[in-house]
């Protein structure tokens, strides 16, 4: 995915050049928003940023702006052995239609221009705190903060990450409740707000 989001910026790597960077042992089934964010910085001429708390109105701004959005969610899948279950997974958006209210994506499990409704992306987002990472150009970064407004500064991402799932915790139920306390307590710990992070969990 991360290749994807780079191919954007005519950057002439591969998958196998991310890979063993990213995912040094065998056996590393994870790969955190701030190690791709280091690997755009250390690895390429691009420059990278990561926040939290977005919102699906700041998406379309960004892409209407001339820039991809790479997102963290979470994905219900059949298992090689025909079971559901849940993973966390990364996506590109490229496009939107508000005609369907449909976001266009590029994911390397589903397929390229890969539809997905708002309501949809925004409850996968959900469980990730509504991150995401955007790749750009040094010289595109005053019109990327721009675009960004208060999304520019770190900490007020993890502010504006708070209140939505403040607002969430109270107003869903399940596991869409859960993972709105479990956003709410991560970004109190962004804060060093450790004592409320802790009572939220």
Known sequence: TLSIALS???????????GPVVKPYEKDKNVMPYELAD??????QLNAIVRYGGTLE?????????????LE?????????????WMGHYTVVSGYKDASQEFITQDTYF???????????QQQWRSFNYTFLVIYPPEKETQLFKV????????????????IAAEEAVNLSGVQ????????GSSLVSLQDYAGAANTY
Not at 73 to 85: C, F, L, T, W
């Open 148 to 163: 960004l407004g208060e999304y520019s500064d770190q900490q007020q991402s993890a502010q504006i990450a708070a209140r």
């Open 111 to 121: 397929s390229e221009d890969y539809m997905v409704s708002y309501a949809e992306l």
């Open 58 to 70: 700041l998406i379309k701004k960004l892409v209407a702006n001339g820039f991809t959005v790479m």
């Open 177 to 184: 409740q859960t993972f709105a306390y479990f956003n709410r």
């Open 73 to 85: 969610k979470g994905i219900v899948i059949r298992d090689y052995n025909g079971r559901m279950g």
């Open 8 to 18: 954007y910026w005519d950057w002439q790597g591969t998958r196998t050049d991310i």
């Open 39 to 44: 690997y755009v910085i250390g690895y390429t």
